[in-house]
């Protein structure tokens, strides 16, 4: 016949679950208490080391898209007027000084 008290095994595994349970949310709070303290020292130190945005990198990128596009058109637009001024021969103008 089985009393009602929790009492023998049964109630030290109970004890056991519930002391198991608590320490694991003990364990998941402490984790997340770490990351957010890693998280801020992370943006502290990159904040610190003044990195640029993400919106600057993209300003940036478009910046050097568009004089990429104007230094091809410069150098097709002086391809030609060296071409027209030697008579179809490739070559510097005349004058123009070479930049090394």
């Not at 997340?32 to 990159?46: C, H």
């Not at 919106?55 to 990128?61: A, G, K, P, Q, Y």
Request: hydrophobic share 45%; net charge negative.
């Amino acid at each position: 016949m089985q009393s009602s008290d929790r009492s023998g095994p049964n109630r030290l595994f109970d004890d056991f679950a519930r002391l198991m349970t608590d320490a694991a949310g003990a364990a998941q709070g402490v984790r997340r208490e770490a990351e957010t303290v890693v998280k801020a020292q992370f943006e502290r130190l990159i904040r610190d080391m003044d990195i640029a945005s993400r919106e600057e990198l993209d300003v940036l990128r478009d910046m050097v898209a568009a004089l990429r596009s104007q230094n091809d058109a410069l150098a097709h637009r002086v391809a030609a007027l060296e071409a027209k001024g030697s008579g179809g021969e490739a070559g510097p103008a005349p004058g123009a000084t070479e930049i090394l």
